[in-house]
């Protein structure tokens, strides 16, 4: 059981030294109410048909509206939208207050001024270990010009002044 332990905190550590982009992935409950969390483990996976993956942990409050909804939407999230971050991340339930938001034509809470967004149809739902992975086929897309959040070693923050070098 301590190899074990030893060998999750290791791996947990190597995760924190690995940088990441953030978002927040969003979708609506069975009642229309707005859900969502932030997210780091986001993916691209196929460019024919565009397709893109996250995994959400078997515990999250989210859980069921994700498992029961057939789509969802992801905000890869601006250098401006530390506050969304967090916000998405504790424990607080009004987090949409938080955000200027409004519904999409395809019924997803969109995150205004994200960095991108990919709205999706929920394609596969697959159980890995103590998360779902939900893989999703982008129906609508749009992009602005702003630059990325980045998280890393359990921080966010803006790209460091000077990279990328030009
Ligand atoms: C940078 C960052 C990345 C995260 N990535 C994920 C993720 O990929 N999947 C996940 O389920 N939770 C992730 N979380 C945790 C959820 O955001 C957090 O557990 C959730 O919003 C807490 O609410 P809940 O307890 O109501 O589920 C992440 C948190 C942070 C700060």
């Known amino acids: 059981m301590t190899k074990i332990l030893e060998k999750a905190n290791v791996f947990k550590k190597i995760m924190g030294l690995y940088p990441t982009g953030v978002t927040i992935v969003t979708t609506s409950d069975e ?15 196929s460019i024919s048909p565009l397709m893109v993956l996250w995994c959400i942990d078997k515990n999250s409050s989210s859980l ?3 498992l029961q909804a057939d789509k969802y939407a992801v905000h890869t999230l601006s250098e401006q939208q530390k506050e969304a971050c967090w916000a998405f991340a504790g ?8 955000v200027h938001w ?14 991108g967004v990919f709205e999706c149809k929920t394609v596969s739902k697959s159980e890995a270990g103590d ?3 939900l893989l999703g086929e982008v129906i609508d897309l ?12 359990r921080n966010v923050g803006p790209i460091p002044e000077g990279w990328p070098e030009s």
Do not use: M
């Not at 424990?91 to 938080?98: A, C, I, Q, Y």
């Open 64 to 66: 069921d509206a994700f």
């Open 31 to 45: 009642k229309g109410n707005p859900v969502g969390l932030t997210v780091n483990s986001f993916a691209s996976v």
């Open 102 to 115: 409004e519904s999409s034509s395809n019924g997803l809470p969109i995150i205004k001024d994200s960095l």
């Open 142 to 153: 749009s992009i602005t010009d702003q630059s990325p959040l980045l998280y890393y070693n």
């Open 91 to 98: 424990k607080e339930k009004d987090r949409f207050s938080k």
């Open 131 to 133: 998360h779902i992975i």
